[in-house]
């Protein structure tokens, strides 16, 4: 990629928070107008937005492939060993991450619970191995972490897992799935982050973008809307 070395190249996430990202991108004077336009073109030099999945983001800014990019908490948690700067809460696609198993009659045991009775280990089918490792650990629980890629939620419907570990904005596919959430884990929003020597070397033009941005969030208009 060639670069004007004084323009900054920032990472958007693809996905449930590429239009608030972009909203946003427009409120601090990036003109998205191109990116808008063409849906699967992911490289936009003219206005130095290169287009991703959220977990890749780190990896690209971490190289230096971008300055700096949007992604949310939870992949930065996922991803801790990246070696990037978290700059700024943006508050954009709120979402929780939870333990949740299928619903049971009252006054019964949900099929994690009993299969931590019974076996002394339960199967959590993830798409976030380490967060869901990490948080059993710390409450003394013994599990088989499953890593899936597709829809978790089928996860415990099929007999593959007891539970899940997965994301949730308001709740209404778990619930559709006949899905209870037993305990939350953590919060996310979308954060913006910088590659550490970009962060040095352009500090000047990321802290410009940061308090524009921080401004723009501040406006009621980018009140996050939750997803699914």
């Known amino acids: 990629m060639t670069r004007d070395p004084g323009k900054l190249t920032i990472a958007v996430p693809r996905g449930a928070m590429f239009g608030e ?5 427009d409120a ?4 998205t107008a191109e ?24 990896t690209y800014v971490e190289a230096g492939a971008a300055d700096v990019g949007i992604t949310g908490k939870d992949v930065l948690t996922e991803q801790e060993e990246r070696e990037v700067v978290e700059l700024l809460d943006l ?23 009993e299969a ?14 380490k967060i869901a490792l990490r948080y059993f650990e710390e409450t ?10 597709g829809s978790v ?3 415990p419907l099929t007999g593959l897992a007891e539970a899940i570990v997965d994301l949730t904005a308001t709740g209404n596919t778990l619930r559709e799935n006949g899905l209870v959430i037993r305990e939350e884990i ?27 941005m921080r401004a723009a969030v501040a406006d009621s208009s980018f009140s996050p809307v939750p997803g699914g």
């Open 91 to 113: 508050g954009l696609g709120p979402c929780s991450m939870v333990f949740a198993t299928v619903r049971t009659p009252e006054g019964q045991p949900d099929p994690a619970a």
């Open 153 to 155: 939620e089928l996860a």
């Open 116 to 129: 931590l009775r019974r076996l002394g280990v339960m199967r959590v089918a993830t798409k976030y191995y």
């Open 21 to 25: 990202s972009l909203d946003l991108l």
């Open 186 to 212: 953590l919060t996310s929003t979308a954060r913006l982050i910088a590659n550490p020597v970009s962060h040095k070397l352009k500090s000047a033009a990321i802290d410009e973008l940061s308090r524009r």
């Open 35 to 58: 990116v808008r336009a063409n849906g699967r073109k992911l490289l936009f030099e003219d206005v130095g937005i290169v287009t991703m999945r959220p977990s890749d983001v780190p």
């Open 28 to 31: 601090v004077g990036v003109d």
């Open 140 to 149: 003394g629980r013994a599990v088989e972490i499953v890593e899936v890629k």
